[in-house]
């Protein structure tokens, strides 16, 4: 296993179980499968409605609190200072933890900003009283960072955000690497990009041919990709085989040239939503209590 040391020293295994569209009948086997297999991170979010059921496979694993990576989200819904704590206790609640490893901001919500700052704030407190290890945020643009650092004192010690051969978003990256902030590859496999029917990673003639070439499939070949170049990744799967094979890329080394050839796939095309089209009208949701 392989783990990356956050800009705050907490250490964080690089390759952690997605389970975002996991529904909630099927998460707590496929966690508890992942744990089997030796993930000891899991990415989940209050907005994905299953993190009952991710507690509820780390205690069936029968693997100590401790030893796992614990990260969530905090929906837009709950932005502002008062509601992102109570964010938490709702998140913990349903987890069934004292303490979470990792609490992102889900989305920037760019059109009420001041509340996104608020959230934040509220994280850092939460950080402060020892009730998260380390925060962050996710879907952030340059220009989200950039008021966020200007504004807030805790630099975020991940951005979690859409990143696949595809879609790779470096001029992001490289400010990620300027202030220390760990780049966190959501739908690092292309997922995304074999939703809707479109072209996919996954049918891709070059990480077809690298994979060929190793042994190994393409969804390997693209998570030895984020490896070697430095992320995290989530990669989501509820079928034990995929859970197993997207864990089983420690043992071999992708070659210069083919990590270029993968980063010569970039369309600079999203797959997901682009983050200004979050707003609390379109995409508001209750969070129930725990
Ligand atoms: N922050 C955000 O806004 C955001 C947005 C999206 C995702 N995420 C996070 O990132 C995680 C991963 O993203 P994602 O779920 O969109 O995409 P992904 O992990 O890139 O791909 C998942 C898709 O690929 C399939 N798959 C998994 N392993 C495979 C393999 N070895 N070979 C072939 N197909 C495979 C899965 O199907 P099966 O389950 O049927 O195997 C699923 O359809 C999410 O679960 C979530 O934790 C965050």
């Known amino acids: 296993m392989q783990t990356t040391v956050l800009n705050n020293g907490v250490e ?119 009730k998260v290890r380390s925060i962050g945020v996710s ?37 990620h690497a300027e202030h220390g902030i760990l780049t966190q590859a959501w739908s690092p496999i292309g997922g995304v990009t074999s939703y809707g029917g479109e072209k996919s990673t996954f049918d891709d003639s070059t990480l077809r041919e690298i994979a060929r070439q190793h042994g190994k499939s393409v969804a390997q070949v693209m998570l030895r990709w984020h490896l070697q170049e430095g992320r995290s990744a989530i990669p989501k799967s509820t079928k034990p085989a995929r859970i197993a094979e997207n864990f089983d890329v420690f043992d071999f080394e992708l070659a210069s040239e083919q990590v270029a050839a993968i980063d010569a796939l970039d369309t600079g095309v999203r797959g997901g939503p682009d983050p200004d089209s979050i707003t609390l009208e379109a995409y508001g949701m209750e969070i129930p209590e725990a």
């Open 139 to 175: 879907n952030f643009m340059p220009e989200h960072l950039d008021r966020l650092l200007t504004e807030t004192s805790v630099v975020p010690a991940v951005n979690q955000i859409e990143l696949h051969p595809y879609f790779q978003q470096s001029a992001l990256q490289s400010v």
């Open 12 to 130: 964080m295994p690089a390759i952690g179980l997605g389970v975002f569209q996991t529904p909630p009948d099927v998460t707590a086997a496929a966690v508890e499968e992942a744990l089997r297999l030796g993930y000891r991170h899991i990415d989940t979010a209050a907005a994905y409605f299953n993190e009952r059921e991710v507690g509820e496979g780390i205690r069936r694993s029968g693997i100590a609190r401790d030893e796992v990576f614990l990260e969530t989200k905090v929906w837009i819904s709950d932005y502002n200072y008062d509601a992102t704590l109570h964010a938490f206790d709702k998140s913990a609640g349903k987890l069934g933890v004292n303490r979470l490893d990792l609490l992102l901001l889900h989305q920037p919500l760019s059109s009420r900003f001041d509340l996104t700052l608020d959230a934040y704030r509220a994280l850092e407190g939460l950080l402060a009283d020892g």
